[in-house]
């Protein structure tokens, strides 16, 4: 199946069918409106699919540039800003994070790699360097709002590097050997990996279609939360098979694929120790 024309299906429509389903309609209360074009940054947004195959095509020399000024153009908490972001190129430290992220080759295949970090280090320094005691910093709101800010920023960075023909995947793999990334990064205490982001251009050979969501009626509620129905993930299940068939791969339910996920901390792939490695890190999580 190829993926979105950028001439012919560009509208509205034919881009809500690709993320939720060939069955998705409009809503009712949209019914008669017209199946306009989209503009370009929802267009870049409702096309968005994770890249884990890249083409051996150098990047922009002023991308690091573009990323940090997309990154930190993302709104943040009482502008504390804190996060920050290494941009990693070296292949053998690029391998290094690789395997610590459970030896995901695409990471290590990336020709750029970010790590977006929370970041209390800075606050801390300035903090000391006001003699101030910093306290609020000890708290797990602060923590919060760190691992808010670093993901604001990389999702921005991800629209930007998208609309710029580049694709991207997340690595939560990060987070499974805390320790040994931040260390491999020289972090400092209160600074910590949330996840990592490769970088680079799609590899034309590997055609990825957009993966269809929940219907949108699981997730958006109005004026007071009203938990699914059984159908709308029965729906979304036939959706994620039917996705599966046109992409080869095994069909499986997301609806088990979900609970499977999330059964114990075997599944966890080493982050069921998270707040130890964490308080390791120096956050005091309280
Ligand atoms: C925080 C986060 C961590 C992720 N970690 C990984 C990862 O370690 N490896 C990977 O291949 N994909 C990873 N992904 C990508 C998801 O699997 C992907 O976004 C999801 O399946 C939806 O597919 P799509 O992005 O193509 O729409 C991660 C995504 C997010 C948001």
């Not at 020399?61 to 990154?71: F, K």
């Not at 997340?170 to 020289?186: C, D, F, K, T, W």
């Amino acid at each position: 199946m190829a993926g979105v024309d950028a001439t012919e299906s560009d509208t509205l429509y034919a881009l809500m069918r690709q993320r939720y389903g060939a069955s998705w309609t409009p809503a009712s209360d949209a019914a008669g409106a017209a199946d306009a074009s989209v503009n370009d940054v929802i267009g870049t947004m409702l096309k968005h699919r994770s890249v884990r195959a890249f083409a051996d095509r150098a990047l922009p020399d002023d991308i690091l540039q573009t990323i940090a000024a997309a990154a930190q153009s993302a709104s943040t908490s009482s502008n504390l800003q804190a996060w920050s972001v290494v941009a990693i190129r070296d292949s053998q430290r690029k391998a290094r994070l690789a395997a610590h992220a459970g030896n995901q080759k695409h990471v290590a295949n990336a020709p750029l790699l970010l790590v977006f970090i929370a970041d209390l280090s800075r606050l801390r320094r300035l903090s000391d360097a006001q003699s101030m005691q910093g306290l609020g910093l000890d708290y797990l709101e602060a923590f919060l709002v760190a691992v808010a800010d670093a993901s604001f920023a990389a999702q921005n960075t991800v629209v930007a590097l998208e609309s710029l023909g580049l694709g991207c995947c997340y690595i939560g793999g990060m987070r499974n050997q805390p320790e040994a990334v931040a260390q491999e990064l020289s972090l400092p205490p209160e600074a910590f990996a949330v996840f990592g982001l490769t970088v680079g251009y799609p590899d034309p050979a590997v055609v990825t279609d957009i993966k269809p969501r929940l219907p949108a009626s699981v997730v958006l509620h109005v004026e007071r939360y009203e938990p699914e129905s059984g159908a709308a993930l029965a729906d979304y299940d036939a959706t994620m098979n039917e996705f599966q068939r046109l992409q080869q791969m095994q069909e499986w339910k997301w609806t088990a694929q979900a609970s499977r996920r999330v059964r114990g901390p075997e599944a966890l792939s080493g982050r069921d120790r998270l707040v130890e490695a964490l308080r390791t890190l120096g956050f005091g999580l309280k």
